[in-house]
């Protein structure tokens, strides 16, 4: 594991200190909690500085953007390769999938990548070879991204006159819920509103949508104009 001068710091504080304390559970439950708290803050950066990606103009999740280091192959059972290498990888077996506008990010001192690519009919960020049984390994966009939403969009268009056709006749419903519903799949329709699901009690939003009817209010009149829908609601741009 590589460490940060900080962590290696703390632990060679740990490996000097005597048996009589590192015996003790309390001290080191004290220093694990502090030493993998600053571990977990050199993760959270990292993690921000490379694990996304921005993609037609929108900030992507990267999947996983660490490569295994070197070490002895494991294998499952008794695989006939256990034991051999698995080398360290160098920028020299990495090919890399960037934008034509986009600048090439700067290898390692001394080393410079295998490949720079601009493929944007591929899903894949880098990729290389792993020596022992020759597989290739990619870097890709985590399964929540977004663009996983957009080909959700895409295939909508093949359903959304059936969904229109079933919401209307919903207005006049005997269910309460089915009518709430229908009204609010036709905001989400008419109205291109943001749609999303339930989440945990600190996000503010319910259902299909965070429209509520605090941010709807109903006129007779308004303004000269009969049977008046304004909305008090937040945008998402």
């Known amino acids: 594991m590589k460490l940060s001068e900080k ?7 740990y490996g000097r200190m005597g048996h009589e304390c590192t015996s003790k559970e309390q001290f080191n ?13 050199q993760n959270k950066e990292l993690t921000e500085k490379y694990g996304y990606c921005t993609i037609d103009g929108h ?41 034509k506008e986009a600048q090439v990010p700067s290898p390692p001192s001394g080393h410079t990548w295998k490949e720079v690519r601009h493929d944007n009919t ?13 597989s290739t390994k990619s870097i890709v966009l985590d399964h929540s991204s977004d663009l996983k939403k957009y080909e959700t969009a895409r295939k909508l268009k093949d359903h959304v006159n059936r969904i229109r056709d079933e919401y209307i006749p919903d207005f ?57 829908v304004c909305f008090d609601f937040p945008v998402n741009t």
């Not at 220093?31 to 571990?39: H, V």
């Not at 591929?122 to 020759?134: K, T």
């Open 7 to 13: 962590t290696e710091e703390m632990a060679g504080f």
């Open 29 to 41: 439950r004290n220093f694990f909690e502090d030493w993998t708290a600053r571990i977990k803050k």
């Open 59 to 99: 900030k992507q999740k990267v999947s996983n953007f660490k490569i295994e280091p070197p070490g002895l192959f494991r294998g499952r059972g008794t695989h006939p390769k256990m034991g051999m290498l698995r080398r360290r990888v160098e920028a020299e077996d990495v090919a890399i999938n960037i934008g």
């Open 122 to 134: 591929v899903s894949w960020l880098a990729r290389w070879s792993e020596n022992i049984l020759g």
């Open 172 to 228: 006049k419903t005997k269910d309460m819920l089915i009518r709430q519903r229908a009204v609010a799949v036709y905001f989400i329709d008419k109205l291109a509103l943001r749609t999303g699901n339930e989440k945990d009690d600190e996000a503010d939003t319910v259902d299909c949508c965070s429209l509520r009817v605090k941010h709807i209010s109903l006129h007779e009149e308004n303004d000269g104009k009969r049977y008046v």
